[in-house]
């Protein structure tokens, strides 16, 4: 069967004439993504809870929003607008580096150099906290210094790449389930938006440890075996990367006090290769990453538990079942770290 065209909406006339009746500039990007300016998020204080829903409903549909401003932004204010999302409130499971700002919990420091902040975080395509039973909701990137030679993030619009899969692909897809590597919470292969209450694609290129399947006629399930899931994780990877030709991905390229929030189950995102060359080559790149509360859990489908013990043996029998660390190593190529 043929491929159809992928979607990624135009903004809604409504929320654009919301956020510019607030006294903000809104523009998008090219293909996913929008731009806001003149809202400054240094006042620490909140627009209206109208403005915030039209942002929201912004991201959900194009994926990320980027604050543009000529001034830097403290960490308490990039903080304290993470959670205008979602939640409404930081879920931190990261560690911290020595370098982060009064040691903040709630900041995650990458960088390119290893005295300024973790190195090489987030090669693959993957959705942030997706080892929580429920994911984060959104996720913030702060960018403190933009390298001088580029080292962006890329992001892939979930909803729309699932619009390019075959009828047959999507039957698959959809009896697919993933479980993480380190915490063993299982989450669908596909899942439905709930803002957009677009099906969307999820799987974590760095941090699965098995899939299973539900077969297409009975209420039973097996797990992918090697060969299987080496192949899912290629079409997944190849997939996202398609969004660059097809119109549904971005390499987005940060300039310093760019404040960006994802929808983290609209978009999955990776960091460009550059990003993790050395300062000596790229310039220095130091970036705050912040996570926002979910709403609700990440549910799978087909009645399956929402968390198994990655670290007993399968309760399904034969296939893979890689617990800790990266997971499955689908690429020996690839660069694997979480």
């Not at 939640?87 to 709630?106: E, I, Q």
């Not at 039973?133 to 913030?140: D, E, L, N, Q, V």
């Not at 990003?275 to 000596?280: D, E, G, I, Q, S």
């Not at 790229?282 to 198994?308: C, D, K, N, W, Y």
Request: aromatic share 8%.
């Amino acid at each position: 069967m043929s491929k159809t065209k992928p979607k990624v909406y135009p903004i809604d006339p409504v929320h654009r004439s919301t956020i510019e009746a607030f006294g903000a500039e809104l523009s998008t990007l090219e293909p996913i993504g929008a731009v806001v300016r003149g809202l400054e998020l240094a006042k620490g204080v909140p627009p209206p809870d109208h403005v915030l829903f039209a942002l929201e409903q912004i991201m959900a549909n194009l994926g990320f929003i980027v604050f543009k401003s000529q001034r830097p932004l403290a960490e308490e204010h990039f903080l304290q607008a993470s959670c205008w999302w979602g939640g409404k409130a930081l879920h931190s499971t990261h560690g911290v580096h020595p370098a982060t700002p009064k040691g903040n919990p709630h900041i995650f420091r990458l960088s390119n150099d290893e005295s300024e902040g973790i190195l090489g975080v987030g090669p693959q395509w993957h959705n942030d906290g997706s080892f929580n039973a429920g994911t984060f909701s959104h996720a913030g990137y702060h960018m403190i210094r933009a390298p001088e030679k580029g080292g962006g993030t890329c992001f892939a619009h979930q909803a729309a790449a699932f619009d390019t899969l075959t009828s047959e692909q999507k039957a698959y897809w959809t009896r697919l389930s993933s479980v993480n590597a380190t915490s063993g919470v299982v989450h669908p292969m596909v899942h439905t938006h709930p803002l957009s209450n677009r099906s969307s694609v999820w799987l974590h290129l760095g941090m699965t440890g098995a899939v299973i399947m539900k077969d297409s006629d009975t209420d039973t399930f097996r797990l992918l075996d090697a060969a299987e899931l080496t192949d899912l994780c290629h079409q997944y990877n190849d997939l996202l990367n398609e969004g660059f030709h097809q119109g549904y991905a971005i390499d987005y390229e940060y300039e310093t006090n760019d404040c960006l929030f994802i929808d983290n189950l609209a978009v999955a995102h990776r960091a460009a290769p550059e990003a993790h060359l050395p300062a000596k080559e790229q310039g220095l790149r130091i970036m705050h990453r912040s996570t926002i509360q979910a709403i609700e859990v990440l549910q799978p489908r087909f009645g399956l538990p929402i968390q198994l013990d990655i670290y007993s043996p399968s309760p399904l029998g034969d296939g893979v079942w890689q617990p800790g660390g990266i997971g499955f190593r689908w690429d020996e190529a690839a660069r694997m770290q979480n």
